[in-house]
């Protein structure tokens, strides 16, 4: 399994950007890709999640701002960021858990540099 993240970029407070995570290998129908944002000095935190079934939930700090979607033909995982602040500023990250409880293991894009000015 592969997870390939793009799209970071430089914005304006205000602005908008658009996060690909494209997923490769062997991935089960049903999963789940996640993203994440990390600060330096920071844990990664949940921003996003969508399931394969067509859920979808988001951090508290960016609902309404972000949306997370999916082209299933491309195998991709969008993640719509409007509004942004700086406080978006951050590397963004994609992930998703292969296996049961007892044997899973995680895999992560390589990150994207989103920094947001005010």
């Known amino acids: 399994v592969q997870l390939q993240a793009s799209g970071g970029g430089s914005v304006q407070a205000g602005g908008s950007l658009r996060l ?17 944002r990390q600060v330096p000095g920071k844990e990664r935190d949940l921003v996003a999640s969508s399931t394969s079934l067509g859920s979808t ?4 700090s960016v609902k309404g ?17 409007n509004r942004l602040k700086p406080e978006d ?19 992560w894009g390589q990150g994207t540099l989103v920094t947001v000015s005010s």
């Open 65 to 81: 701002r972000f949306t997370v979607s999916r082209d299933y033909a491309k195998n991709t995982v969008y993640l719509q960021m």
């Open 20 to 36: 690909s995570c494209v997923a490769s290998g062997n991935i089960p129908r049903v999963h789940v890709i996640k993203w994440f």
């Open 89 to 107: 500023t951050g590397v963004y990250y994609c992930h998703t858990r292969i296996g049961d409880e007892w044997n899973a293991k995680d895999y």
């Open 57 to 60: 939930s988001y951090a508290d």
